[in-house]
């Protein structure tokens, strides 16, 4: 089945505890994103990739990293959580970093709810 | 800067029946607009995508219109059932690299019996 798979799905944590969220997909798309999601804010973007070892930030990325070293794997790496970081993470990819269209189309992790305390 | 919004904020509805829900945008130049649903704790799903040559896209019981020149979309729910409850996001594309999305904060629809 295709899809994007991401872990954990809930993570509690302190503050300044590293970690990781893991996001993969099957489908060998070469675009792959992250969004965190926040009441009243909606989804926006942390760091996306277009293709292995092509990394940029999107409109959030002070306080996470992010790495593409295998088309599959964009890690999301909090190297010292704080607690505005606790949201809601979707990882997502799509075929290619051209313009999103009808065989574009992104596919949506089922997400990551981090509390940080 | 790109923006968009989308209203109401929430919407109550009885089972059976009809509601519309708006996005208007501001994002440039654009590329297209889609709408998503998101049940509670779940990723986002597509529902419509649209072009800019695109005034109407149906999918099921949800239609979706787009006017490109008051930079306006609605999502038409027809004969809503109590799975419709869910988030509806309206996300728009620009036309530049990195295949950026601008997206809306939702609406959080309810469909009671």
């Known amino acids: 089945e295709a899809q994007v798979t991401q872990n954990p799905r809930y993570l509690i944590t302190v503050t300044g505890k590293k970690l990781t969220v893991t996001c993969s997909q099957n489908?060998?798309?070469?675009?792959m994103s992250w969004y965190r999601q926040d009441p009243g804010l909606g989804l926006r973007q942390i760091y996306y990739?277009?293709?292995?070892?092509?990394?940029d930030k999107g409109d959030v990325p002070e306080g996470y990293k992010v790495s593409r070293k295998e088309k599959r794997n964009f890690p999301l790496i909090l190297e010292s959580p704080s607690p505005n970081q606790t949201s809601l993470y979707f990882c997502a990819s799509s075929l290619s970093s051209g313009a999103p269209s009808f065989n574009n189309e992104q596919f949506f992790g089922p997400g990551t709810r981090l509390t940080v305390l | 800067k790109n923006q968009v919004e989308q209203s109401p904020q929430s919407l109550i509805i009885l089972e059976g029946k009809n509601c519309t829900l708006q996005?208007?945008?501001?994002?440039?130049?654009?590329?297209?607009l889609r709408w998503y649903k998101q049940d509670t704790g779940r990723g986002p799903v597509s529902l419509t995508i649209?072009?800019?040559?695109?005034n109407t896209k149906s999918n099921g019981r949800y239609t979706a219109t787009l006017d490109a020149d008051t930079k306006q979309s609605s999502l038409h729910i027809t004969a809503s059932q109590l799975s419709d409850s869910a988030s509806y996001i309206c996300v728009v594309s620009a036309n530049n690299a990195g295949n950026m999305l601008t997206f809306g904060g939702g609406t959080r629809l309810m469909v009671k019996p």
């Open positions: 996005c208007n945008y501001t994002v440039s130049p654009f590329s297209n």
């Open positions: 990739s277009m293709n292995v070892e092509v990394t």
């Open positions: 649209m072009t800019f040559s695109e």
């Open positions: 489908m060998n798309h070469e675009y």
